[in-house]
């Protein structure tokens, strides 16, 4: 019988997986984990955003999914009333994340009394309330009827930006920190008088998302999200800082996991000039996904590069691994040929890695040739983002 004593992020599956293979033999698990593989990316989740015109709604929803005004998908900006129906905008990478811009409440064709029915409350995880000066008595209403209906809600004040630039301006720049601290405690004041229970307010500059209480707001939902949905939440996020990207490795580490048992499972290809055999195409929807997560497309980056003002060639030049640029059955192939020379220092660490990897395709050269090679892009990719990051952080010229 398999050791169940190992656990990690997904203990209650890899246990499931066990009892199947103690009870059916690895035959039988094979499928579950393709199946698992074939769901990569599309665990949803849905943001609603909401707030009165003119709050900064379009503009933070553009920022949270790496987009600038006017690009294709990008919510219309404006300061009059842009939203007359819930409307979803998918993340251009990951399209199992949607952000969906809401009316405010009150407005329109939706009234307060049946604001949360008329938005289809349920459909959403988590809603962001966003305001561009104070709360006001509808948006504590929102969040009281919220917290009755068992979700989670958090208050974003947005264009801290423009506050800066007014201190800026009058040469009060100095006490930034102070009046940053007044405005976090007008917007919890107005809060709590509207009987909001401990509210916390994070203040956002959509221009500047690197800034301000950004990186702490996303701490937060990570930390209060389900585990899957927690993934897919820091996936979808713009690399920000390295701290960013090493996240979202981490995350990666386990799909590659997955990806390696099933391109060396049941069906597996015998590859002309080597040893073993291999699903390719298996492996190469893991590289695509590990590259549209790390936000190394070609798309990506020109949408990058574009917000930066820097030619797509200098945030090119800093990628590690060619791969990025030339994921194919036949490169991946070529890969796999050199990975061969790694299998033998692989054993100890997958028996380590999980159970039922460890114990059934421990001595495989098809799994540990596939795991070395995706273990390898994952660190260059990783590394490859970080580059970028270093690289934008360098060359902007507007960071505040």
Known sequence: ALDLSHTNDYEEETNTLASVYNESGFEAVIPLFKEKFDNLGTEPLNIAVTGESGTGKSAFINAMRGLRPGEPGAA?????????????????????????????????????????????????????????????????????????MGKEFYFVRSRIDIEEYSLRLSGRLCHIKDELDKIRRYCIESLVENQVDSPRVFLVSSKYLHGYDFLEFCEVLESELPEKKKHVFVLSLPNLTQSVVKKKKKILSAKIILAATV???????????????????????????????????????????????????????????????????????????????????????????????????????????????????????AESAEKVVMKVFQCNKELP
């Open 263 to 381: 391109a060396a499972g049941a069906g597996a290809i015998p590859i002309p000039g080597l040893s073993f055999a291999c699903d390719v195409s298996i492996i190469v929807s893991a590289l695509l996904y590990i590259r549209r997560s790390f936000g190394l497309t070609e798309e990506s980056l020109e949408r990058l590069a574009c917000k930066v003002n820097l030619p797509v060639e200098e945030l090119k030049e800093v990628v590690v691994s060619p791969l990025v640029f030339d994921i194919t059955p036949v490169t991946v192939t070529k890969y796999l040929s050199k990975s061969v020379a790694g299998v033998a220092m692989l054993s100890d660490e997958l028996l380590h890695l999980i159970p039922i990897i460890g114990s059934v395709l421990g001595a495989s050269v098809s799994f540990t040739a596939s795991y070395w090679m995706l273990s390898k892009a994952l660190d260059e990719f």
């Open 76 to 148: 219309k900006e404006g300061l009059t009333e842009q939203t007359k129906n819930p409307t979803p905008y998918q993340h251009p990478d990951l399209p199992s994340v949607c952000l969906w811009d809401l009316p405010g409440m009150g407005t329109g064709n939706f009234p307060c009394h049946k604001y949360l029915e008329k938005v289809n409350f349920k459909k959403y995880d988590f809603f962001i309330l966003i305001t561009g000066n104070r709360f006001k008595e509808n948006d504590a209403r929102l969040a009281r009827e919220i917290k009755k």
